[in-house]
């Protein structure tokens, strides 16, 4: 079956983190797209601030059971887009993704969708709101190129950098599971993969 996933895709390894280049080839990339695009047209982005009260410069939605969510009570998971409507279904191209590199048993519980304009950025941090570190976070790139930091799972490890481009996969699991992480710059104009420029970022995690 033709699924535009490379089979047997090789990884780069990023201090743990698993790297797929090109994993999605672009009709692939274009059909998660529009599927991405119901999504955000249901439960349209926002923009998160931090418990410290900054706003963040990525704005989010999610599609899953639950969302990620941050204002000044804290980083959390909840139930329902802050509009109080349920997120929608993740869609089944990009569960094909986890069930292909991750697991055909355990569906993730939450498909973050970050947008990033060309000045956006995500400071280092790790993912740690979720029950059960044994589950990976996979992530899928789309739309223009971003160098992306890993380090170690202490703040002031030595870090790594390597620029994810639209249809990169890479996972965070076993012991980069808590890797800290961040996104330092877009390469503005690099894909012509969304028409408005920018950058589509998934993650997928298991919440409880
Ligand atoms: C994240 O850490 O939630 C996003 C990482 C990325 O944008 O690649
Ligand atoms: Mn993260």
Not at 55 to 84: C, K, L, N
Not at 89 to 116: F, G, H, K, Q
Not at 141 to 150: E, I, K, P
Request: proline residues 8%; hydrophobic residues 45%; glycine residues 10%.
């Amino acid at each position: 079956m033709k699924t535009g996933l490379s089979a047997g895709a090789r990884a780069l390894n990023l201090r743990g983190v698993l790297i797929y280049p090109a994993y999605l080839d672009p009709p692939a990339q274009a059909a998660l797209l529009a599927d991405l695009r119901a999504v955000i047209a249901a439960a349209p982005l926002f923009a998160p601030v931090t418990p410290g009260a900054k706003p963040m410069s990525v704005r989010m939605t999610a599609a899953g059971r639950y969302g990620w969510f941050s204002d000044r009570a804290g980083y959390r998971y909840i139930p329902t887009h802050p509009d109080g409507q349920p997120w929608p279904a993740i869609p089944e191209t990009v569960l094909a993704v986890w069930r292909a590199l991750v697991s055909a048993e355990r569906m993730p519980d939450c498909c973050l969708v970050n947008y990033y304009g060309e000045a956006a950025r995500m400071g280092l941090h790790q993912d740690r709101d979720e029950a059960d570190f044994a589950w990976p976070v996979l992530s899928i790139s789309l739309g223009d190129a971003a160098l992306f930091r890993v380090g170690g799972t202490a703040r002031r490890d030595p870090t790594e950098s390597h620029w994810l481009g639209s249809g990169d996969v890479a996972i965070l699991g076993g012991p980069a599971r808590l890797a800290y992480h961040g996104i330092d710059r877009l390469r503005p104009g690099s894909s012509r993969l969304l028409a408005e420029g920018g950058r589509i970022n998934l993650t997928l995690r298991v919440v409880d």
